[in-house]
């Protein structure tokens, strides 16, 4: 007879967690999709870290381009 009592008590709990479970599943659901959403949108916008990389690097090829011209062209021919 006591183990009735307890296992009825036990249901009611049960239930209880599975309903505020369902609460918080719904909760975190919706954070996950906002989470998801900024993540996306970080990574599809263009940071100024890489437009000041890509700047960067295309002065630096400009850079070596000109001195290279530069040490090539500059060259006297010998005068005989």
Sequence with gaps: MGRKEV???TLNVDQ?????GKQDWKKSKKD?????QLKDIKESAMGIKDVALI???FAFMLGVIYIF???YLDQQP???
């Design 55 to 57: 700047v960067t690097a």
């Design 78 to 80: 010998s005068a005989k």
């Design 16 to 20: 209880y967690r599975k309903k505020i």
């Design 7 to 9: 296992s009825s008590g």
């Design 69 to 71: 011209l530069y040490m």
């Design 32 to 36: 996950v999709k906002a989470t998801k």
